[in-house]
């Protein structure tokens, strides 16, 4: 599994913001090959301020779905819209293979 993800920064117009991404999602929809996407509203950091107020993150099954997704009228369409409605320098798009683990425990005094 592979996931596209794009950081924004905290904005200056949080009005603004909430409704250039509304519609943003609203385009993201419409991409073909979405496994789920998943909001994650940034509530802090442990270090101080927290670099990013949001992250979206979309899942597709392969590399190739999100390629071709992300090529698709719709995906051309919202990669546009994304340049249009946020300033340069506060987002940030990248993608990641997704490795899930389930349950175990990490031994602490391992013998050799």
Known sequence: MVKFMITFSTPANIGVFEKAYNDL???????????????????????????YYRILEIYFDSLEQMEASLRSAA??????????????????????????EAGGSTLTNPKS
Not at 75 to 100: I, N
């Open 75 to 100: 995906g051309q369409e919202t990669g546009g819209e994304l340049g249009k409605r946020f300033t340069a320098g506060k987002y940030s798009a990248f993608y990641a293979e997704v490795y899930e």
């Open 25 to 51: 999602l609203a385009l993201v929809e419409r991409m073909p090959n979405i496994e789920r996407r998943q909001v994650v509203n940034v509530l802090g950091s442990p270090i101080g301020a927290a670099p």
